[in-house]
Structure formats: C-alpha cells, structure tokens
C-alpha cells in the first residue's frame, strides 16, 4: 500500500492512497479537526479523473467541517472517496480501505456515503476502529434517517416561528417531495402536530399508496413546486431550487432534508428577494450526522443524549435567521458565519488555554 500526502492550502491533510493487490486507488481529506477528529461518510463513485475526485472529496469535507459546526457535534470534517465502479466492489477493497484510514490514526473517522452500504463498512471495521454507522447490534447507531426526519421537524418549528410569529404546525400546509426513508417519518409526525401534508415523489405510485394509508393529499411530482403551500420541503434530491423553478415558486419557506437544495448560491439571494424563507440544507438536516457523532462521543451512543441535540436544530436554525437578519444576508450566508464563528472562538481558545 502507498500512502502519500498531497499538498492542498485550506486542509489539514488530503492523502491519496494505492494498493496495487486489491485496486484500491482512494482519497481522503481532512479539512479541518479545530472542533474533533474529521467524521464524515465514504463515497465511492467512476470518476472520470484523479483532479475530479480530489476537487469532490476536498469539497466534501469542507462541508462536513461547517454542517459539524453548525450541529455543535464536536467533531471536524472530512470525508472520503474511492475511485472505482461500485459494482466491482470486493471485501479485499474494504480491508485495504480501513488499513488506509486506520492510518490517520483516528483524525479521520468514516461513515456511509453514496454506494457505499453497512455491509461494506463491516468489511472496513475488519481493519480499522475508526468507522460509525454500523447497526445497533454492532455497537452502531444504526439507520439515521429517523433522526434526520426528528431533526428537520424540529428545524420546522423554528421555520414556522419566523415566518408566521408560532412554531405550531396546527393548520400549516407543508409539501414534501419525496416520501423516502426520510420523507415518511417527517409527514406523519407533522400531521400529528396539525400539519396538512401533501405528498409527492417520482415514484407516483409510492406517493398515492403513503397517502392513501396516512389521509395526506397526492399532488403530481411534475410542476409539484407550483402548489400554494406554507412550506415547501424537497425530501428526494438536490438542485429542485433552480432558474427553472424559482418563479413559479408559491410557498412562504423552503425546509427539507435533501442535499444542495439550490442550485447555485445565488439562488439564495433570490429567495431573500422574494420573501422565502429557506433553511439552509446542512443545518436542517444534521440529525443524521449528530446521532452518528454520538458514537464516538466519550461515553459511546446513548439515544436520548442524541435526540436532545438533535433537537438543538432548531436553535441553531433560530440563530442563523437572526444572524440573517441583522446582518441582512441570506440564511446560506448566515449559516457558512455561524460555523466560521463557531470555529474561530474554539481555534482563540485552544492558543489562550
Ligand atoms: N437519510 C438521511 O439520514 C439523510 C441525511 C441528510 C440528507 N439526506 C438527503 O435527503 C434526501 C432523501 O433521503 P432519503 O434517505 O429519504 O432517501 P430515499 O432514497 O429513502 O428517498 C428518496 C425518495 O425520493 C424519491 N425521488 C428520488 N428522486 C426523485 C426525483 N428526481 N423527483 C422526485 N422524487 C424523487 C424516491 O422515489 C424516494 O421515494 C437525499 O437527498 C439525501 O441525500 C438524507
């Protein structure tokens, strides 16, 4: 195996690592361990070039380092990336892969990512502690996404609370898109609250079936962002807040689960402009990310210290809108300087003790 350290201004450390017996040929950065040892998920996808996925793993665990701040998890980012078709996975690659991140010794910590499941992670713990995610049984904290859906809830509330003066749910039309792992817990629970819910997905059939058993509205999945709601909750993948979309947009906020919900930044400060709300994705929806943090926490997992953060979400949701709000920015800005705040006063007070 040949473990070599790249040169990247802005990160802790990015190692690029080949092992020739299994074909392992992976990245992993550390982008910054002010706040704890970098956790973030292993992703492993055919990139086209070794550029294009040192530019993906580098851009990951900056964002780790932020959405960890943000949660106040006490822990730092990064992330890694195997290079490679999924399909060729073997468990000698997973092996290779924890002797690779067993070699940071720790400051790198991994976890599931995109085509990476819970069976690969069992072969990488075979060779490295510094793996989460793995099931109850196993000492994990099993699946996140009940977690991320209690975490969006939460963030829910402090979304209702700025935009209508009442965090309650009591009469609030909410649409998700996407009725998925982490879309179907968020709707019945608030429907428990008094939410009305209207559902879609891709997936029609999926979305009239949990609709059916749970008295929510079926919308169609296409032109699904044109429906007057209070708030509109993109549950299903990212970029739905687009050039395409922003115009037709009729909901007060934009709070959901998936990934990269706007397209490009800019298309935060045309919400402003239009008086949306949106919750900015990765302070929203790290329940997920605090519950696996939980793990490696000095007393292990313990469900109800993780919930009691998880509900956090919706403070730190409270704080990015009043930072937004002073400082007349959209709520993507504020959330970017609530972590850059977060990570300099512990950077000030590491030098003062
Ligand atoms: N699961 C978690 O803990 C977690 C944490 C953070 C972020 N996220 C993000 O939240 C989103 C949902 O996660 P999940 O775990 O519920 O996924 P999932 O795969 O369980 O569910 C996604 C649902 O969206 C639907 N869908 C997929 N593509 C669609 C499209 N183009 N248009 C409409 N519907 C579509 C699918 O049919 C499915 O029902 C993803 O973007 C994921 O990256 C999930």
Request: proline share 4%; net charge negative; with cysteine.
């Amino acid at each position: 195996m040949d473990i070599t350290e790249l040169t990247e201004p802005g990160y802790e450390k990015v190692v690029r690592c080949v092992d020739r017996a299994t074909g392992l040929l992976a990245f992993i950065a550390v982008h910054d361990t002010t706040l704890g040892p970098a956790l973030g998920g292993m992703r492993m996808l055919p990139y086209a070039s070794e550029d294009e996925a040192i530019f993906d793993v580098k851009r990951l665990s900056r964002g780790m380092t932020y959405k960890s701040a943000v949660a106040n998890t006490g822990l730092g980012g990064g992330k890694s990336v195997i290079m490679g078709d999924p399909a060729g996975k073997t468990p000698e690659l997973f092996h290779a892969m924890g002797r690779f991140v067993d070699s940071l010794g720790g400051k790198y910590i991994t976890a599931e990512d995109m085509n990476i499941g819970i069976a690969d992670l069992q072969q990488v713990k075979k060779t490295t502690q510094y793996v989460t995610g793995l099931s109850r049984e196993e000492g994990g904290s099993g699946n996140p996404s009940p977690y991320t859906a209690r975490g969006v809830v939460m963030g829910m509330r402090a979304v209702l609370e700025e935009v209508f003066g009442s965090d309650s749910f009591e009469g609030r039309t909410i649409l998700i898109q996407g009725v998925g792992a982490v879309g179907q817990p968020m709707a019945t629970d608030m429907k428990a609250r008094g939410a009305k819910i209207l559902v879609c997905d891709i997936d029609e059939k999926r979305a009239a079936r949990f609709a059916e058993e749970h008295g929510f509205q079926h919308v169609p999945d296409l032109d699904h962002h044109k429906h007057e709601v209070d708030v509109y909750a993109p549950c299903a993948r990212g970029a739905g807040v687009n050039d395409r979309t922003i115009g037709e947009l009729r909901c007060k906020a934009i709070a959901g689960c998936a990934n990269n919900i706007l397209l490009e930044p800019r298309h935060g400060d045309e919400l402003k402009a239009k008086g949306i709300l949106y919750a900015p994705d990765y302070v929203i929806n790290a329940g997920g990310i605090i519950n696996v943090g939980i793990e490696v926490s000095p007393g292990g997992y313990n469900e109800a210290v993780a919930i009691e953060r998880i509900d956090g979400i919706y403070d730190n949701l409270k704080e990015v809108f009043q930072i937004a709000r002073e400082e007349n920015i959209g709520t993507e800005v504020a959330a970017d300087r609530l972590a850059e705040r977060r990570l300099e006063a512990a950077r000030q007070a590491k030098q003062e003790a």
